[in-house]
């Protein structure tokens, strides 16, 4: 019968002892993220735990009601908004921690249908199509929404299409609306309907920029999470070369 050594067993022991330290070191940020970033910040949470052992724990949301929340004392450490106008009001009301603001991407709007060839590259369908119902996210809590109504507005389409609107509270939601029927055509986040750097199925029309303001989405350390390790490891590691690969593949612009 074999025994392990004495400096087996002590570097074995030292593993271990090493591993419980890591593990005591870990631990959980709970980050507020704009629901259009839903898909990636999924991924990015993964790789995030695989690579520092802290966990993100995620909830998805419009971004307006996650300033009322925080206002309200919800006990976030991070936001990832939907826009860049939210962290810096925050950081401006003294809710977040100042100069940790940076955009983490730039989304795209598309108008989509989960109906192949519907939606042209031209967008025409909005003038020409038979639709009955266009869904978009609330302008007022989604700035996906409120660039979507800039785009109706520029296209002069804004005042004749605004009865056939169902509003989603969020993109999330707004993508919902579609994918299941009850819209046949919507405003939604590219990264939604991307998947493998093309759109996964139907037809869409990706909204040039030119048409609405730019969504800058911003990432900000909120006060909560001034002093936890893991909120400012989440903070950084979003800026790593993992997660904006992550970030690219879903169509987003940094």
């Known amino acids: ?23 005591a070191h870990a631990g959980e940020v709970p980050v507020a993220v704009a629901a259009n970033f839903t898909a990636p910040m999924q991924k990015i949470a993964a790789a995030f735990e695989q690579a520092t052992g802290h966990k993100a724990v995620l909830s998805f949301g419009a971004t307006g009601k996650f300033y009322a929340q925080i206002k ?100 999330a939601q707004t993508y919902q609306f579609v994918a299941t029927g009850n819209a046949q055509l919507g405003f939604v986040a590219l990264s939604q309907v991307m998947e493998g750097g093309k759109i996964a199925k139907g037809s869409a029309w990706q909204v040039p920029e030119a048409l609405h303001d730019p969504i800058r989405q911003d990432a900000v350390l909120l006060a909560t999470g001034k002093d936890q390790p893991a909120a400012i490891a989440l903070m950084k590691f979003l800026r790593s070369d993992a997660a904006r690969e992550v970030i690219r593949a879903y169509g987003y612009g940094l």
Request: net charge neutral.
């Open 1 to 23: 019968m074999r025994f392990a050594s004495p400096l087996i067993r002590l570097l074995a022991a030292a593993g271990m002892a090493l591993a419980g330290l890591a593990s």
């Open 72 to 171: 309200n004392g919800a006990p976030f450490q991070v936001l990832l908004s939907a826009d860049d106008t939210t962290p810096a009001r925050l950081e401006q009301e003294g809710q977040a921690v100042q100069g940790s603001r940076f955009t983490y991407a730039v989304g795209r709007l598309v108008l989509w249908s989960p109906r192949e060839g519907y939606v042209d590259d031209q967008g025409q369908v909005l003038k020409t199509g038979d639709f009955t119902y266009l869904a978009v996210a609330n302008p007022k809590l989604a700035p996906y929404g409120l660039a979507a109504v800039q785009t109706l507005e520029k296209l002069g389409l804004g005042e004749r299409l605004q009865p056939r609107f169902v509003t989603g509270e969020n993109i």
